[in-house]
C-alpha cells in the first residue's frame, strides 16, 4: 500500500496540539480532584480550560486541517457499513469519528456540570454558576458530574483500546499519527492527504473560544476566582 | 395541686434524663451533631475564603478548635453497631478502612492545629485553611454517601 515510503499529512499541528492538551487537562481533572482539595482554584481553572479548548474544536471543526473538520469525518450508518467493508482512512474513520464527537460532549458536559456544582454543604469547592441555582440543581449537577466522569473513563478506556488494536494488528499506526501528524501514503478512503489548517487561524479560534467561555461565566454573574 | 406538680415534674426529669442518656449511647446522633457543629463553625470561614466576608480571625480559630474536638471524639463514635439506622450518610466501607478513616481525622486535627498558628490575616488563610479543607474532601470522597 505504501508508496516508496511516502508520508503524507493526516494532523496538522494545531490539532495535535489541542488533542493531547485535552488529554493532558481530563487527566489533571482527575488529579486535580484527587488531590488538590487545598486548592479548589486548580480543579475549577482545569474545567474552565477543557470547556475552552471543546468549544475552540468545535469551532477548528468548521475553519481547521480538512481532516479536523466535522463535514470530513461525521459519518452516517452508510459509510460506516462500507468502512466495515475494509475502507481505510487517513483521518477519523466513520466509528473514529463518532467516538471523537462522544469524548468532545462527554468533556463539555462534565466542565458544564462542573460550572454549576459544589460539594454538599457548599464549604470546600463551589463551581463559578453554584452560587447562582438552588441547591437542588447542585445536587443535580454534582451527581452528573460524577456519572459523566465514569462515563468518560469507559469511553476513554475504549478510545485507547481500540488504537492500541489498530496500531498492533491493523498496521494503522493511529497513535503515532496523532503524535508526528504523518501517516504512510495509501489508498485512504476520505482523502489522500490532508490540508493543514493555518495557525493563525486555530490562535483566532482559540481567542473566541476564550472569550465566550470566560465572558459567558461572567455575564452569566458567575465569578472566575 | 402540689402533688399533680410534683408528678409532672418527676415525670419531665426523667424523660428529659432518659432524652439524655438515649444521645449519649447513641453514637449516629452524636456524630451527626459534631458533624452539624464542624459545618456551622466553617460556614463563616468559607465565605472569607470565597472573599464574601471579611476576614476575622476569631471565627477563624474557633473553627479550627471545632476540628480538633471534633477530630478527637469522631473515631470511637463508630462502634460496629452503628453502621445503619438513624439515618447515616456513614459509608460501610468505613468499617472495613478503620484504620485509614482514623488516620484521617488524625490528619484533621493535625492540619487544624498547624493551622491555628499560620493563620494571621486573608493571605495566610487561604493556603493554611485549604489543607484543612482538603483533609474535610478526602474523607468524605471516600466515607460520606452522597444523597442523590
Not at chain 1, 11 to 16: A, F, K, N
Not at chain 1, 125 to 144: C, M, N, Q
Amino acid at each position: 500500500m505504501s508508496v516508496g515510503g511516502a508520508r503524507v499529512l493526516a494532523w496538522d499541528g494545531p490539532t495535535r496540539v489541542f488533542k493531547w492538551t485535552l488529554v493532558l487537562l481530563v487527566l489533571d481533572g482527575w488529579v486535580s480532584n484527587r488531590f488538590g482539595a487545598s486548592l479548589p482554584q486548580w480543579h475549577i481553572w482545569n474545567g474552565y480550560l477543557a470547556l475552552t479548548l471543546v468549544v475552540f474544536r468545535v469551532l477548528w471543526g468548521f475553519v481547521g486541517g480538512s481532516t479536523a473538520r466535522f463535514s470530513s469525518f461525521v459519518a452516517g450508518p452508510r459509510r460506516a457499513l462500507a468502512y466495515l467493508r475494509g475502507a481505510k482512512y487517513l483521518g477519523h474513520n466513520p466509528f473514529g469519528g463518532w467516538m471523537a464527537l462522544g469524548l468532545l460532549a462527554l468533556v463539555a458536559a462534565q466542565a458544564l456540570t462542573g460550572l454549576f456544582s459544589a460539594d454538599e454543604d457548599r464549604l470546600i469547592i463551589e463551581g463559578p454558576l453554584a452560587g447562582k441555582v438552588s441547591d437542588a440543581t447542585v445536587a443535580f449537577a454534582s451527581h452528573r458530574h460524577h456519572l459523566i466522569f465514569a462515563a468518560l473513563e469507559v469511553l476513554i478506556v475504549v478510545h485507547i483500546a481500540v488504537n492500541l488494536f489498530y496500531a498492533a494488528f491493523r498496521r494503522d499506526p493511529l497513535v503515532k499519527a496523532m503524535v508526528t501528524g504523518e501517516k504512510p501514503a495509501a489508498d485512504y478512503a476520505d482523502m489522500r492527504s490532508a490540508a493543514a489548517g493555518s495557525w493563525g487561524r486555530a490562535a483566532v479560534c482559540l481567542a473566541i473560544a476564550a472569550a465566550l467561555v470566560f465572558g459567558g461565566i461572567t455575564a452569566a454573574g458567575g465569578r472566575l476566582f | 395541686m402540689m402533688k399533680k406538680f410534683l408528678t409532672i415534674s418527676i415525670l419531665a426529669g426523667v424523660a428529659f434524663a432518659a432524652g439524655a442518656a438515649t444521645a449519649q449511647n447513641d453514637p449516629i446522633a452524636q456524630r451527626k451533631s459534631i458533624m452539624k457543629g464542624v459545618g456551622d463553625a466553617t460556614k463563616p470561614v468559607a465565605g472569607m475564603l470565597k472573599g464574601t466576608e471579611p476576614f476575622d480571625n476569631a471565627l477563624v480559630q474557633k473553627a479550627l478548635a471545632t476540628y480538633i474536638d471534633a477530630a478527637k471524639k469522631m473515631p470511637s463514635l463508630f462502634p460496629a453497631d452503628s453502621k445503619h439506622g438513624g439515618e447515616t450518610t456513614a459509608r460501610s466501607n468505613i468499617w472495613d478502612e478503620k484504620p485509614r478513616f482514623d488516620g484521617l481525622f488524625a490528619r484533621l486535627g493535625q492540619e487544624a492545629a498547624a493551622a491555628q498558628g499560620a493563620i494571621k490575616d486573608q493571605d495566610s488563610l487561604k493556603p493554611n485553611f485549604g489543607k484543612v479543607l482538603g483533609v474535610c474532601k478526602e474523607c468524605h470522597d471516600d466515607y460520606r454517601e452522597k444523597k442523590n
